[in-house]
């Protein structure tokens, strides 16, 4: 069976040092295609049922595609900040230098630019610039490689749910996913990237989960057809996100990566959010992915009118 896939399927061992919450299930798929990413899938459960998990939740650890739970990659992210002296700028690099994650502060202060280089979530660095009372607003993020699209960004304007969800291109096979929802029912929800940005039916009518190496796993289902009985369908599409949690306020924070995923696959397509984290419904809510500012995309212009600053989105 392992020469049918062209290497070899290796179950590990029982490690009982290695619990569930250590697995990476961001970083499953591989260079070397649909083969690749069932075999480690099939490590990944095999290494989550040695440590003592039920299979079920062995199973869910294998394929939600992306966790919370792991340290972010690095990356530049970009803030226009109100200031207006040396002191602004103390209190700004006084706020962000410490940090977790955070590997170093520049501040343009003619131009109110503020750039964080470093693993810290966009969640914590803007809690610490309002911490400074100003005015702030994130305008660009990414990596300093040129990718041609490396941003993305959805909305959620309710009525009910709200949120907003930030992709941001590593490298050509890694992206960094942060997101916050509110409104949701608490408990977990399912959420992914589908096919379509088609809103006139809401979700119903974003297609199916982005896939798109469908063909390869097909093929790869008939030889792994005992696995996929056992523990459902191990071969996840790509645009699988799993499930996020809500709080009993209905809020719900993400901060992860997901290995295969390419930024500039996903404008124009749906991400959609479920009311359980099955999937087994159309979702509750679905936005368009947009293409975002990345790194020094997002310059200032002065209104010729009246001299107001204004920020291109």
């Known amino acids: 069976m392992a020469a049918a896939l062209g290497g070899s399927l290796t179950l590990a061992p029982r490690v009982a040092s290695s619990p569930p919450g250590n697995l990476a299930p961001a970083n499953l798929v591989g260079k070397a295609g649909a083969g690749s990413r069932i075999e480690a899938r099939v490590s990944k459960v095999a290494l989550a ?30 803030y226009m900040v109100d200031m207006k002296c040396e002191g602004c700028v103390k209190s700004v690099r006084g706020k962000l230098e410490p940090l977790e994650g955070v590997k170093a502060v520049t501040v343009d202060l003619s131009n109110q630019v503020v750039r964080v280089l470093g693993t810290a979530p966009v969640k914590a660095i803007s809690a610490a610039l309002e911490e400074t009372g ?6 660009g993020q990414g990596s300093l490689e040129d990718f041609g699209v490396s941003a993305a960004v959805v909305e959620f304007k309710g009525p009910e749910i709200h949120g907003v969800v930030r992709f941001a291109q590593v490298s050509m096979e890694l992206a960094r ?3 916050t929802f509110t409104g ?8 992914s990237i589908n096919t379509y940005g088609d809103l006139t039916r809401g979700a119903a009518s974003t297609g199916a989960i982005f896939n798109p190496q469908q063909q390869d796993t097909e093929v790869h289902k008939n030889i792994f057809f005992f696995l996929l009985d056992s ?12 499930a996020v949690v809500a709080d009993e306020t209905g809020r719900a ?21 479920y009311a359980t984290a099955d999937k087994s419904v159309h979702g509750i809510a679905a936005a368009v992915i947009a293409r975002s500012a990345g790194v020094g995309e997002n310059y200032k212009k002065l209104c010729s009118c009246d001299g107001t600053i204004i920020w291109e989105s």
């Open 253 to 273: 924070d993400f901060a992860g990566t997901k290995t295969g995923l390419r930024v500039t696959d996903l404008i124009g397509r749906a991400l959609a959010i």
């Open 177 to 179: 996913i942060e997101a």
């Open 134 to 139: 100003r005015s702030a607003r994130l305008i």
């Open 184 to 191: 949701l029912t608490p408990g977990a929800h399912g959420w």
């Open 49 to 78: 049922m040695a440590a003592g998990s039920p299979v079920e939740e062995a199973v869910h650890a294998s394929v939600s595609g992306a966790t919370g739970g792991e340290t972010l990659p690095e990356l530049l992210t970009e």
């Open 231 to 242: 523990f459902g369908n191990l071969s996840q599409p790509l645009g699988d996100l799993g």
